[in-house]
């Protein structure tokens, strides 16, 4: 539940969502494509409140990634461009170049027509994610959401992943959900949630020297050896 969060972000703007499990994250960046509505208050995108806006056109505006991206059983391009059926061949490896998978793909015997899914090609986290990333880009969104999009990948891998979602945020209005917070210190601004509230929110170097919740849960990880 979130409770008086007000919060504007610019055109452009990468800003990331931190803070202990069920502080509203994921809630907060959910109110963007309207999988919910709030009981009060409103959520504006250029000063339109989002309940008025057709659901299919604000949608449409939107990329998300989420932190577990499921392929559909068809295609390589089928899974990138899916739902956008008029997209062109150099649209789909575009976005695939953004997510940094063309290489892989085009070194694969049927290219962009491989398989994949329940009886295709079996694909890693990483690779999956990629596709999640071009699937998220192709549409080439005014908004970008990433859940948590890398926490399940092994570090090597997330640096990979990191470095697709990098290049998909750039010129782009983007929602960051982070978990290891070492993938979000470059953020233009970092919002902390708990409790459902915003308690904190500036640049990671200001926030670290303000000794809050930001620091508490950069210094838990780094302890611990997670947050390389």
């Known amino acids: 539940m979130l409770r008086e969060i007000s919060l504007e972000i610019v055109p452009g703007e990468k800003v990331a969502l931190v803070g202990p499990t069920g502080s509203g994250k994921s809630t907060l960046a959910d109110l963007i494509p309207r999988f919910y509505d709030p009981d009060s208050g409103t959520v504006l995108v250029d000063g339109a409140d989002l309940r008025r806006v057709n659901l299919r056109e604000l949608r449409k505006q939107i990329g998300i990634v989420p932190q577990e991206s499921l392929l559909m059983k068809g295609t390589i391009a089928f899974n990138i461009s899916y739902g956008l059926p008029e997209l062109s061949q150099e649209q789909i490896r575009e976005a695939a170049d ?11 015997p049927e290219g962009f027509e491989t398989e994949v899914g329940e009886r295709g090609v079996t694909l890693s986290g990483g ?19 990433l859940d948590e999009a890398t926490s399940s990948l092994d570090l090597e891998v997330e640096r990979q992943v990191q470095e697709a ?4 945020m750039k010129g782009r209005t983007s929602l960051v959900i ?9 953020a233009d601004r970092i919002v902390v949630l708990d409790g ?30 997670t947050g390389q």
């Open 178 to 186: 982070a978990h290891r917070l070492s993938t979000i210190r470059n």
């Open 127 to 145: 690779q999956r994610q990629r596709i999640a990333i071009a699937r998220a880009v192709v549409r080439d969104p005014r908004i970008l959401i």
């Open 165 to 168: 979602m990098n290049r998909a």
């Open 196 to 225: 459902g509230r915003i308690v904190e929110q500036g640049r990671h170097e200001d926030l670290l020297a303000c000794d809050g919740m930001y620091c508490r849960l950069h210094n838990l990880q780094f302890d611990r050896g």
């Open 98 to 108: 953004i997510a940094g998978i063309l290489s892989f793909i085009e070194s694969l």
